[in-house]
C-alpha cells in the first residue's frame, strides 16, 4: 500500500473505539428508558432525569407515532434498544464492517 492509503486507514481504531462507545452509551439510556416506564411519575424534563430524557425523546416521539403504546406500555425504548443493537452488531460486533476493516488495515500493516 502506498503512504496515503495508510494514513487514510489511521482513524480506523479511533473510529471503531468511538463507534462501539457511543452506540453503547445509546444502548444505555434507552434501557434506563426501559426501566423509568415503570415510574410514571418521574420528571425527565428535571434535575439529574435530563440526561436519560434529552437525548432520547426526540427520537422515540418520532417512533410513537409509528408505534402506537399496546395496552398502555409505550414500547418504543425497546425498539429502539433492539434497532442501536443490531447497528451496533453490524458495525463493530465481532464480525462487523469497521471490525473486519480495521483487522484487514491491521493485517496489510
Known amino acids: 500500500m502506498t503512504a496515503p492509503a495508510l494514513s487514510a486507514l489511521a482513524p480506523l ?3 471503531h473505539l468511538a463507534l462501539g462507545l457511543v452506540l453503547a452509551g445509546w444502548t ?3 434501557l434506563f428508558r426501559i426501566v423509568l ?3 410514571p411519575g418521574i420528571d425527565l424534563s428535571k434535575g439529574v432525569m435530563r440526561v436519560v430524557g434529552a437525548p432520547t425523546e426526540p427520537v422515540l416521539a418520532l417512533t410513537r407515532r409509528l408505534i402506537q ?3 398502555g406500555v409505550d414500547v ?3 425498539v429502539w434498544v433492539g434497532l442501536v443493537s443490531l447497528l ?3 458495525l463493530v460486533g465481532q464480525q462487523g464492517l469497521v471490525t473486519l476493516a480495521l ?3 491491521q493485517s496489510v500493516g
Request: proline content about 14%; cysteine-free; charged content about 15%.
Open 13 to 15: 481504531p479511533l473510529l
Open 28 to 30: 444505555l439510556l434507552f
Open 37 to 39: 416506564t415503570w415510574y
Open 69 to 71: 403504546p399496546i395496552g
Open 76 to 78: 418504543t425504548p425497546v
Open 88 to 90: 451496533r452488531e453490524l
Open 103 to 105: 483487522l484487514r488495515s
